[in-house]
């Protein structure tokens, strides 16, 4: 089974700051996708950004990026100039590329909660 | 565009009580849809899958039922809660690989 680890319980950034969140995860497939969620005291979960496994280029969507490295199995997210409303609970998720029903399911990481201060 | 419904947004219900969650989706057809359930500071934990009307699949088994009596309705249901049915409901829909999810339900259970 697929695991997803978020070593950082907590993050602190300053507004206009860059802060990068860790996630790592474990599997023995080749295909998959990736997926950072943003949690903001609403509760409602946001897709921040999507990779696919099979692309070697970083995926970016504005002031997001991540930095995917197959290989370690590591898939951070940075977030450059910071503001205020990026403060929440951010989670890293897995989906496999095979399957359907339950198997196409995400498996979440337990979050870091960030901070922005300014 | 796409959007997605769910209510109630808040719930507190007796021990015992049933229970019944509604989700709806709006501006797509035949999407998959999915419950999930996140305890307090932690992840999401799929329920209920569903790739159509009457098309229900499991991941636990445990003390909640779902059904999809329409293409884009997806209900969360229980006929006697327990306390440790408390927590946070997120129904999401996709058509291929990423979901996207509504804005939940909490539950509390006394």
């Known amino acids: 089974a697929q695991t997803v680890t978020q070593s950082q319980p907590e993050m602190s950034v300053q507004e206009a700051e860059t802060v990068t969140l860790s996630c790592t995860y474990d599997t023995s497939e080749s295909d998959y996708y990736l997926f950072w969620y943003k949690q903001p005291p609403s509760r409602q979960m946001i897709l921040v950004i999507r990779?696919?496994?099979?692309?070697?280029q970083n995926a970016t969507e504005n002031r997001f990026s991540v930095n995917f490295q197959k290989a370690a199995k590591s898939f951070s997210l940075k977030i450059s100039d910071s503001q205020l409303g990026d403060a929440a609970m951010y989670f890293c998720?897995?989906?496999?590329?095979?399957?359907?029903?339950?198997?196409?399911?995400?498996?979440f990481g337990t979050g870091t909660r960030l901070q922005v201060t300014l | 565009s796409q959007t997605i419904h769910q209510w109630p947004a808040t719930l507190v219900q007796p021990v015992g009580s049933p229970l019944s969650l509604e989700c709806t989706v709006e501006g797509t057809s035949n999407p998959n849809l999915y419950w999930y359930r996140q305890a307090a500071g932690r992840g999401l934990q799929l329920l209920f899958y569903s790739v159509g009307i009457g098309q229900i699949s499991s991941e636990v088994p445990q003390n909640l039922s779902a059904s999809r009596p329409q293409d884009r309705q997806f209900i969360l249901s229980s006929k006697k809660l327990l306390l440790s049915d408390s927590g946070f409901y997120l129904c999401?829909?996709?058509?291929?690989?990423?979901?996207?999810f509504g804005p939940g339900t909490r539950l509390l259970v006394l």
């Open positions: 998720a897995y989906r496999s590329a095979y399957g359907t029903g339950t198997a196409s399911k995400l498996t």
């Open positions: 999401a829909w996709s058509r291929v690989e990423t979901q996207y």
């Open positions: 990779q696919e496994a099979y692309k070697q």
